[in-house]
């Protein structure tokens, strides 16, 4: 098993692998931009599909250098400055197990390889247990903050999309799996819904309202 020391530079990052495979959980299949893969911020991955979304505050001991991005490179650590990391979340590679410590993944855009480390949490060399392509998407991630549910319980009613909610449970599965969740409706019924996950106060997801077509 080789050992590798990841090293903070303007062209790497380094991110826990379950956090980067739950938000792949939450793409779109269909838009170039944002079907292709998660869009990663100096504090937070975003996973949006036009219906729903799901953000995840990144952990201490991360690091995205700033010549990752590719919006938002003259101010990186403002809000909306970030790249748009793809990837195959699918790989085997993003399943290992190690006794002691957790998987991250350490990238250098230089390069395009992501590799998978045990990440014992005191630095220096750790143990790489797999190797992975990514690619970074040329394109514009759309200003998320917008649209970030505030759940503020004032709605009568909630519609949403059931099988939206199954992929964000699915994505919460991967960091904590059977844990519970909580929708908290807007100020009315045409207002985002906010969902919270037992799983990990990190994960932030957003539903967009439906229209009821119902009985």
């Not at 410590?101 to 390889?113: A, F, M, P, R, S």
């Not at 014992?120 to 649209?147: A, C, K, N, Q």
Request: hydrophobic share 40%.
């Amino acid at each position: 098993m080789k050992t590798i020391t990841p090293t903070q530079t303007p062209t790497t990052f380094f991110l826990p692998a379950d956090d980067l495979r739950a938000a792949f959980q939450c793409i779109s299949a269909t838009t170039y931009y944002l079907g292709g893969g998660v869009f990663v911020e100096a504090d937070n991955l975003v996973a949006l599909d036009g219906h729903q979304m799901l953000t995840i505050e990144l952990p201490d001991g991360c690091h995205v250098g700033t010549e990752c991005f590719t919006q938002g490179m003259d101010a990186p650590r403002m809000q909306g400055a970030g790249f748009i990391l793809s990837c195959d979340a699918t790989d085997k590679a993003f399943k290992a197990k190690a006794s002691t410590g957790d998987l991250w993944v350490y990238g250098d855009i230089e390069t395009g390889i992501l590799q998978f480390v045990i990440n014992h949490g005191e630095g220096g060399e750790m143990y790489r247990v797999g190797v992975l392509e990514f690619s970074v998407i040329d394109g514009t991630y759309p200003e998320w903050r917008r649209v970030v549910a505030k759940g503020g319980g004032g709605a009568a009613s909630l519609c949403y999309d059931p099988a939206l909610l199954a992929r964000l449970v699915k994505a919460a599965d991967v960091i904590d799996k059977g844990r519970g969740i909580r929708l908290t409706g807007g100020e009315g019924e045409g207002d985002p819904i906010r969902v919270d996950f037992v799983a990990s106060p990190r994960l932030r997801g957003t539903l967009m309202s439906m229209r009821w077509t119902g009985a």
